[in-house]
Nanobody, 125 residues
Framework: VQLQASGGGLVQTGGSLRLSCAAS????????MGWFRQAPGKPRDFVAT??????????NYADSVKGRFTISGDNAKNTVFLQMDSLKTEDTAVYYCYVDGRQRDFWNTHTFNAWGQGTQVTVSS
């Protein structure tokens, strides 16, 4: 399974960006789709995830982005989006998408997890 992320860029404080990440491969099902970010000199941090379960989707956000970022998914296209509004300089980072689930391998299925290549988001003051 491969992930292709896009949508990063340079924006001023208060602006908006929309990130997209498409998963390709012989995917049987997806359990978690999400976004993480890594600022220079810092570890990779959780941003938001969508977890699919029997009772529906569970969405989680980091406290630092609640009310400003919105994660959504298109299951038919195996794509996850991150709408980022009211951006702050502290949101500057490389954003990585993440997907895990099950994929088909000949006659068997097995779990997988994959990371996108990262897309730079820079918020200027």
């Amino acid at each position: 399974v491969q992930l292709q992320a896009s949508g990063g860029g340079l924006v001023q404080t208060g602006g908006s960006l929309r990130l997209s990440c498409a998963a390709s491969g012989d995917i049987v099902s997806i359990n978690v789709m999400g976004w993480f970010r890594q600022a220079p000199g810092k570890p990779r941090d959780f941003v938001a995830t969508i977890t699919s379960g029997d009772s529906g989707e569970i969405i989680n956000y980091a406290d630092s982005v609640k009310g400003r970022f919105t994660i959504s998914g298109d299951n038919a296209k195996n794509t996850v989006f991150l709408q980022m509004d009211s951006l702050k300089t502290e949101d500057t980072a490389v954003y990585y998408c993440y997907v895990d689930g099950r994929q088909r391998d000949f006659w068997n299925t097995h779990t997988f997890n994959a990371w996108g290549q990262g897309t730079q988001v820079t918020v200027s003051s």
